[in-house]
């Protein structure tokens, strides 16, 4: 990856292109640059999360662990993507799924606990964060149900 600054490469994602300057620069404020080899588990299903995630570059695989099945990939994310959400969500803050990377992967991070005070502090950044968030879940839980449908069937006995 090209030396960026943490600015210029939100600027260059949809999450983060449309706030406000004063947004944008919160935003920017709680952002680190992550990286990982490739086979690399970033946080295991269960675990406390820390930070939220915006793939740069490189590939991560959720799993979630199912019995009698053991480890199911449930989606491969690339860049731009956004991956580690539940860290972000007040009081549960447990990792719904396993990260694990399958190319080497930058990522940018945001410190879940400072993003959620953001949040607090400044309602509608909190509204622009959870309605971006929303679409996230919603797009997960349907790619999770399909992934299930393939592992246990839709009921039918076909």
């Not at 990377?101 to 950044?125: G, V, Y």
């Amino acid at each position: 990856m090209e030396k960026e600054s943490v600015a210029e490469i939100l600027k260059a994602n949809p999450w983060f292109a449309a706030l406000s300057p004063p947004h944008f620069e919160k935003m920017t404020g709680l952002a680190t640059e992550m990286s990982w080899p490739a086979g690399q588990t970033i946080f295991r299903e269960g675990q406390q999360g820390d930070y939220m995630y915006l793939i740069i570059e490189g590939q991560v695989a959720l799993d979630i662990y199912a019995p009698n099945k053991g480890r199911l990939t449930i989606l491969t994310l690339g860049a731009n993507e956004v991956f580690g959400w539940s860290a972000v969500v007040p009081y549960t803050q447990m990792r719904t799924a396993a990260a694990r990377t399958i190319k080497p992967t930058c990522a940018i991070a945001l410190d879940s606990a400072a993003l959620r005070a953001a949040c607090e502090a400044d309602h509608e950044l909190g509204y622009l964060v959870y309605r971006r968030l929303t679409n996230i879940i919603a797009g997960r839980l349907t790619a999770t149900r399909l992934q299930l449908l393939d592992v246990y069937g839709d009921g039918t006995g076909d």
